[in-house]
């Protein structure tokens, strides 16, 4: 079982503390990001209402991907409807909710959701290198130390990877996915 995995079991169990570790702090920087530092209160409220929604949840998450989802869109959710009560950032918030961003946020999701069904398919070590380089941001000297595996063969996971995740969606999808690569 890989770390991330193990936060969502630990999470399920009531072990809390990888999950304030590794999950918690970046649901705060995501929070303050829309919320902004003055508003530092606010951001913690809205986390610690998506953690506690997720807990009451917590044994319908069948993978840590859409762990995160559920509660990434809980705190947009609290952050939404904080805006509709702040009369000053009304005009933020028709920006938020007009046709086109509610749609492009639910193709987002949906491409989110397609994307990683398909990472959770890939090889063990393809999906562990994968997850490091494109979710974590890591290079491959680093994935390399870290696994204790040698240049190429990071090279060679990731590709196995991109492959791998080329054949499963649609094109489109990966084009949209990985135009940077």
Known sequence: MNWKTQILTDFQRGKLKSFYRDVYPGLILYALKYLGEENEFL?????QNAVFSAWERRDKFESIYTFKSFLYTSIKNEIVSIHRKNSARERYVQQLENDSFFRDSVIDQEAQTLLYSAIEKLPEKARVVFEMSFIEGLKNTEIAEKLEL??????????????FLRERLDP?????????L
């Not at 489109?172 to 940077?180: R, V, Y």
């Open 43 to 47: 951001a913690e409220d809205c986390v």
């Open 150 to 163: 040698s240049d190429s063969s990071v090279k060679k996971y990731k590709a196995t990877a991109l492959d």
């Open 172 to 180: 489109s999808l990966f084009m949209f996915l990985f135009s940077g």
